[in-house]
């Protein structure tokens, strides 16, 4: 039997935001709203239309658009200005597809409405993390259905329209959640409406600490007139409310007493998660909701704006629509974004001499460096495990053609370099890909910056098995420059199987 090769295909992903492109989904869905005629209960029925929806794929693939066709349900059809509505939310494949295979990957869709009519703002409704199975390309990606509630701005009147605006998936992949944002640009309409009537509760009060807060901080949160015994949860929102995420926090743990008082914190998640700049911190325990600012320093820089453009019934970034409590300070406007290098152009300047009488001159350098892209190379594209008869041996060694990582990113986010492997063939026989283990090494060439961290020895096969990965380091302002990641290879035949040349493809991706 001769076990010849398996190619190794270069595939090169920028890490910008990592793996959320192969679990992306998630997209804002546009409906059209009742007819004047229409009964109440027409808005929650349900309806379903297919607008389309421009989506930021992370790993600096830049983004992808099409079609959506998604379904909202809203109920109950009337609520008193504080009330609790219930959103159900159907969406169909997206548009992105995945050049993984993962299953169980966990997963949370969230969906954004700008609201109009009877109050202003926007609000936001996450479902549940959930695990996902995700289909190798050409496949597209099936979103899970959801449901979640919302509560009514305390300030509402009269009939309320929903319209999406945005949606935002979060998907966990080696202990890490990626972000993949989408928004709505074309067929954007009301998917129904909410009549509010009656008189306000009391509003529910949120105190966070003054003072800025830099990534990964544990940041304390309390607060009055809760749903006692209600589970919190957290969102991260740009100033204006919205924008939110919850993978803007690594943990959250809040509760609520038997007495109505929210107690407990959040923790921040790293500088590559959370942009510097002025942010809104929401709550919501499924009946209550407020909002409080909140300053981070040190973070990343905040990512291109992927707001719809303007919608009918207001401006595309409507202002906040949660309670807030006491403690909220009036918002500051967003913070100058500092040049990588002072102000200084080619210019030059000449001054008095002195000491021996001559002349004396300036002349004041300056460059600009721009960011890389995050890429990696092989040596080949073949690996070899000989011929040998069968029945003589069992094992069979080899090298993986050594990969090289360039990182010119200038920041400190890290990535991941992983590997699947499909099962080896012959035209009569097949060896199950767990036959080949490995064990991997990575190291730092001269002048790079950060360690990397191999991967875990073990069999390879269709799920991803970490290479090599760069973590965020917190004490240096970036990572970057070469790496090169390598492997030992073992084959380990299963028994008798048919003689032949068996073939296989090992998958690298970086991200």
């Known amino acids: 039997m001769r076990t010849r090769r398996h190619t190794v295909p270069r595939r090169r992903l920028a890490a910008a935001a990592g793996f959320l492109l192969l679990l992306s989904g998630g997209t804002a869905g546009a409906a059209e709203s009742p007819s004047p005629g229409a009964s109440p209960d027409a808005a929650a029925a349900g309806v379903t239309v297919e607008p389309t929806v421009s989506c930021r794929l992370p790993a600096g693939q830049g983004d992808t658009a099409g079609p959506q066709r998604i379904t909202v349900e809203l109920s109950p059809a009337t609520v008193a200005p504080g009330g609790t509505v219930h959103v159900e939310v159907d969406l169909g494949p997206t548009p992105a597809t995945s050049p993984l295979e993962l299953e169980d990957a966990p997963f949370t869709a969230g969906i954004e409405f700008a609201l109009s009519g009877g109050a202003g703002g926007t609000v936001t409704v996450f479902g549940k993390p959930t695990p996902v199975d995700v289909p190798l390309a050409p496949a597209r990606i099936q979103v899970p259905s959801y449901e979640g509630e919302f509560m009514m701005p305390l300030d509402a009147r009269r009939p309320v329209r929903l319209t999406p605006t945005r949606t935002l998936t979060v998907t966990r992949v080696l202990d890490r959640d990626f972000e993949t944002p989408c928004a709505v640009r074309s067929g954007a309409e009301a998917v129904g409406t909410v009549d509010v009537s009656g008189e306000p509760g009391p509003a529910a009060t949120l105190t966070v600490a003054d003072g800025a807060v830099e990534p990964g901080a544990v940041v304390e949160l309390s607060g009055t007139r809760w749903t006692p015994g209600a589970e919190p949860r957290a969102v991260l929102c740009g100033e204006d409310g919205a924008g939110c995420s919850p993978a803007k926090f690594a943990r959250t743990a809040l509760e609520v007493s038997e007495g109505g008082r929210l107690s407990g914190s959040v923790t921040l998640a790293e500088a590559d998660a959370v942009p510097s700049g002025d942010h809104r911190l929401r709550v919501f325990d499924g009946a209550r909701e407020a909002g409080a600012r909140l300053a981070v320093e040190g973070g990343g820089a905040a990512p291109d704006d992927l707001d719809p453009s303007t919608s009918p019934d207001g401006p595309s970034r409507p202002a906040d629509s949660f309670p807030s409590g006491p403690s909220d300070g009036s918002t500051a406007g967003p913070s100058a974004s500092p040049s990588l290098l002072p102000g200084v152009g080619g210019t030059s300047e000449s001054g008095s001499g002195s000491g021996l009488g001559s002349d004396m001159g300036q002349q004041h350098l300056a460059t600009y460096i721009t960011p890389g892209p995050l890429a990696m190379t092989q040596s080949g594209d073949a690996v070899d495990f000989g011929t040998f008869e069968l029945g003589q041996q069992s094992t069979a060694t080899a090298a993986l053609n050594t990969v090289t990582v360039s990182d010119g ?41 950060g360690r990397p961290t191999a991967g875990a020895p073990g069999p390879l096969g269709p799920q991803a098995s970490s290479l090599c990965t760069m973590r965020h380091h917190a004490r240096t302002p970036l990572t970057g420059g070469k790496f090169r990641a390598d492997a030992s290879l073992s084959l380990t035949f299963p028994g008798y199987v048919p003689p032949g040349e068996y073939k296989a493809t090992l998958q690298l991706t970086l991200l």
């Not at 026989?429 to 090494?441: D, H, L, M, T």
Request: glycine letters at 12%; aromatic letters at 4%; one cysteine or more.
């Open 409 to 449: 990113r200038g920041r400190n986010i890290g990535w991941s370099l992983t590997a699947t492997l499909t099962d080896l063939t012959s035209g009569s026989g097949r060896i199950p890909a767990s036959a080949v283990s490995w064990v991997p090494s990575c190291v730092a060439e001269t002048g790079s910056v």
